[in-house]
């Protein structure tokens, strides 16, 4: 069982509308969730974490925790062809381990 | 604030030449310090982490090596480079402290011919 799981995607959206990205992870000691945005050819760059529990909005951000369900999401509202790129999650446990998803693709058609 | 320097961006390298990949932090003392690769296409493969000077500690068997020989400066060296060490290379750090995220370098492509 991988540490971080997304889907691959690709997901494609219509610009304007809401884009739902999911991640599993497995280990129940993990502490702190990311969500980092990684276009072609360049390298990732961090957009949310959240440490609890419940929603955390950031602009047309959200990222939702459920740690009893294992279960991190990252919502963008009013999607901007901009938005099109790929989206890591990554959790990180006890002694600094870092995992990352092996991200899930995002189009937003406009 | 902090900022991470990778160099060079591309890098072009015959089979079985050395290599050396630099990375450095400022705006931050002892960092944990990372090594990745990313193949086309792929996720993020882990090769290297410290969490201080000389401490490095190693994910997978591969003819690549690293050394932090100061506390913000973290290198990536191979003596001879193999046609599969091709991929774009990335330096991350984060705190020594907490469960914060990670930053990135703007990361190195290299192609090995």
């Known amino acids: 069982q991988k540490e971080v799981e997304q889907n691959s995607g690709p997901l494609s959206v219509p610009e304007g509308a809401i884009a739902s990205l999911n991640c599993t992870y497995s280990?129940?000691?993990?502490?702190?969730f990311f969500w980092y945005r990684q276009y072609s050819g360049k390298s990732p760059e961090l957009i949310m974490f959240?440490?609890?529990?419940g929603d955390k909005e950031d602009g047309r951000f959200t990222a939702q925790l459920n740690k009893a369900s294992q279960y991190v999401s990252l919502l963008i509202r009013d999607s901007q062809p901009s938005d099109s790129a790929t989206y890591l999650c990554?959790?990180?446990?006890?002694?600094?381990?870092?995992?990352f998803g092996t991200g899930t693709s995002l189009t937003v058609i406009p | 604030s902090q900022t991470i320097h990778q160099w060079p961006a591309t890098l072009v390298q015959p089979v079985g030449s050395p290599l050396s990949l630099e990375c450095t932090v400022e705006g931050t003392s002892n960092p944990n310090l990372y090594w990745y690769r990313q193949a086309a296409g792929r996720g993020l493969q882990l090769l290297f982490y410290s969490v201080g000077i000389g401490q490095i500690s190693s994910e997978v068997p591969q003819n690549l090596s690293a050394s932090r020989p100061q506390d913000r400066q973290f290198i990536l060296s191979s003596k001879k480079l193999l046609l599969s060490d091709s991929g774009f290379y990335l330096c991350a750090w984060s705190p020594g402290h907490g469960y914060q995220p990670q930053h990135f370098g703007d990361g190195t492509r290299l192609s090995i011919l």
């Open positions: 990554a959790v990180n446990r006890p002694g600094n381990q870092f995992y």
């Open positions: 280990d129940r000691g993990s502490q702190s």
């Open positions: 959240i440490y609890s529990n």
